[in-house]
């Protein structure tokens, strides 16, 4: 059985990390960043070891007490994380029209939050239906805020936001950032609308820190980032997704990450955990070339983060010991 259990190791000096939440009112204090390191196998004698965990099915997992949250991959950029009270978040819920997903607006009957990073059809996707649908609040930019007033979703629902605001929603903290793209949408009156992208990073509980750019390209203030708000887990768009339809001249070569660019960017936040993104075949030849591009920079001596390519539909577990767990498909 392949080893599905990473560990994160918390090193030499992790104790005195200084807390993302002071830092982002107190800007004086530097990052320490972390390696993770693979967990060899289910030693169950080793108390860091939570490989006798991976086998649980996930109502199973969520109940565990040491579980912070559950996450599950929709494909392209969309998650799905479940905290252990109940509460749900949707990161770019895009399900219809994705190839890869295997889920519905309509599957979902408690959504708490929907965080969108712009207004692309494969990011906004179906936020207009599920916010309808739950009652959910939505985080956004001023032009997805337009879209969704245009698409009848209730203005007591919509929290715009932009970069460098903070706030607390739905019981979580989250943190806007810059990252670079572009965001624009076509109104339902043929008008058409453009605003800035936004990244955000989730306070999930105990000290876990879930970065989410949706699409950026690589930036220097990436590694001010890391320092200033110490994400522990990130999805980095490495790849193009298949199976959507592009009537636009040309050809893409990349995504706004080039796979080495994404390692880049993954060492510059100081990631424990990557979760490469922006696919629907977890077999693309870019999600290839971004593990070989991770495995060449560790070879040569670099610190780089675990990384961890989900299908769509797979489940992972973090839990405040720092292990992350993914159940094995049957």
């Known amino acids: 059985m392949p080893n599905l259990t990473a560990h994160i190791s918390r090193g030499e000096g992790a104790s005195k990390r200084a807390d993302p939440g002071h830092l982002a009112r107190n800007h004086r204090q530097p990052a320490i960043l972390h390696q993770i390191q693979a967990v060899p196998g289910a030693d169950l004698a080793d108390p860091r070891s939570c490989s006798d965990k991976t086998s649980l099915s996930f109502p ?3 109940a565990m007490s040491d579980s912070v949250c559950n996450v599950r991959y929709h494909g392209v950029a969309a998650y ?35 965080l969108v990073t712009h207004a692309a059809r494969d990011h906004l996707g179906d936020t207009p239906a599920i916010a309808k649908l739950t009652g959910a609040t939505v985080l956004c930019g001023n032009e997805v805020q337009a879209y ?16 460098g605001m903070r706030l ?9 950032l810059e990252c670079r793209h572009c965001s624009g949408a076509t109104m339902p009156d043929g008008s058409f609308v453009s605003g800035i992208p936004l990244a955000f990073i989730i306070e999930l509980g105990a000290g876990v820190r879930w970065y989410h750019p949706g699409d950026t390209s690589l930036f220097s203030d990436m590694r001010l980032q890391g320092e200033l708000y110490q994400p522990t887990i990130g999805s980095l768009g490495i790849a193009n997704p298949s199976g959507i339809a592009d009537p636009r001249p040309g050809r893409k070569l990349t995504t706004d990450l080039s796979p080495r660019e994404g390692v880049l960017a993954a060492q510059w936040l100081g990631l424990k955990t990557v979760l490469p993104c922006h696919y629907t075949d977890p077999d693309d030849p870019l999600v290839h070339q971004f593990q070989r591009c991770l495995a060449d920079a560790k070879a040569a001596g670099e610190s780089v983060p675990e990384s961890l390519v989900l299908a769509p539909g797979d489940w992972i577990s973090l839990d405040a010991s720092g292990c992350i767990r993914r159940r094995e498909k049957a």
């Open 148 to 163: 969704l007033r245009a698409m009848d979703v209730p203005a007591s629902q919509i929290r715009p936001t932009a970069w």
């Open 168 to 176: 607390e929603i739905a019981g979580f903290e989250i943190q806007t």
């Open 80 to 114: 799905e994380i479940v905290a252990a009270d109940g509460r749900r978040i949707l990161l770019d819920p895009f399900f219809a029209g994705n190839p890869a997903s295997l889920v519905k607006a309509e599957d979902f009957e408690r959504v708490d939050l929907i």
């Open 60 to 62: 199973e997992a969520i």
